[in-house]
């Protein structure tokens, strides 16, 4: 994982090379900082998973961390809601119509324990009770920036004891969720996933659309830029896309997670072609 002094500089650098709105990238900052004190305040989890139990779900392509597993500490994660919100209200003009109700402190609703669990679990979301002005898209990011520090404190104890060998499923082993980027390693070029809720990598095979799962060769393709760098790759089956960098023709450090805003540009083409980004539903409902 890379350090936060890192990630920081790597921001600022893109702020003056790109084209970037500098909303988004202070934007983002404010929200790198909140996660990143609510992860010094989780810590490492210590999940009380068996290997027999870790065999097992694995086994039957079941992610290592259910709803029910994960100790959320639900004041924190209440805190942290507040916080997300309070960000997202700062800059209001980078998500379209912005509802009133989190404009202000004292009217924004609070985080039930239903609507966590309808976001984890892919299904859809409840009405915030006193705030039904707000799209469940705003929503989901928002639940989807509060979790991400619990999840990633979950892929961290329990990344190590995946069989990446076996597992080669196209959702997290970790959380389940659906991936959002994607890496070919440095030694082989082999494919790695990247999930998109909890940044646990794991290996999937080339040749396969990991969301819908077609090995069907006339539906897959990719495309690479000049450096070859990036590949996006298509699937005609499904008709969405994954952004993928590959790490043999990097030539300076990578950050991955960052990678996902560093290539809006590939985002933007994809969709221009009719592609569309994986959703956020829990992959795994839906197979
Ligand atoms: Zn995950
Ligand atoms: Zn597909």
């Known amino acids: ?142 639940i989807h920036a509060t979790l991400n520090p619990f999840l990633v404190s979950y892929s961290k104890a329990l990344l190590g004891r995946v069989n990446q060998e076996r597992w080669r499923r196209g959702y997290c082993p970790i959380c389940g969720g659906n991936p959002d980027f994607a890496f070919l390693d440095k030694e082989r070029g082999a494919r790695w996933l990247l999930c998109s809720r909890c940044d646990a990598e794991w290996l999937f095979q080339r040749l396969e659309c990991p969301y819908c799962g077609t090995q069907d060769q006339d539906a897959l393709a990719y495309f690479t830029d000049d450096e070859g760098l990036y590949r996006l790759y298509v699937c005609e089956g499904c008709k969405r896309y994954l952004k993928t960098l590959d790490l043999r023709q990097a030539k300076s450090e990578v950050l991955l997670p960052l990678e996902r805003l560093f290539t809006f540009d590939i985002d933007a083409q994809a969709q221009e072609y009719g592609y569309s980004p994986c959703d956020r539903a829990w992959a795994r409902a839906k197979r």
Do not use: C
């Not at 790198?32 to 810590?43: N, V, Y």
């Not at 779900?57 to 919100?85: C, H, K, Y």
């Not at 209001?92 to 985080?111: A, M, T, V």
């Open 1 to 142: 994982m890379p350090t936060n002094s890192k990630i920081f500089r790597k921001l600022e650098e893109w702020k003056v090379k790109e084209d970037v709105d500098p909303n988004f990238i202070e934007f983002y900052r404010r929200l790198l900082r909140i996660q990143s004190r609510a992860k010094r305040r989780i810590g490492i989890p210590k999940p009380g998973l068996s290997s027999r139990t870790i065999s097992e779900r694995m086994e039957q392509g079941l992610p290592l961390v259910g709803f029910n597993d994960i100790a959320f500490d639900w004041s924190l994660l209440q805190d942290i809601f507040t916080e997300v919100t309070g960000a997202f209200a700062t800059y209001p003009e980078l998500f379209g119509e912005f509802p009133q109700s989190l404009k202000e402190p004292e009217s924004r609703p609070s985080l039930s324990r239903e609507m966590v669990k309808a976001w984890f679990e892919g299904a859809s979301l409840p009405s915030l009770m006193e705030a039904d002005d707000v799209s469940e898209h705003l929503l989901e990011a928002i």
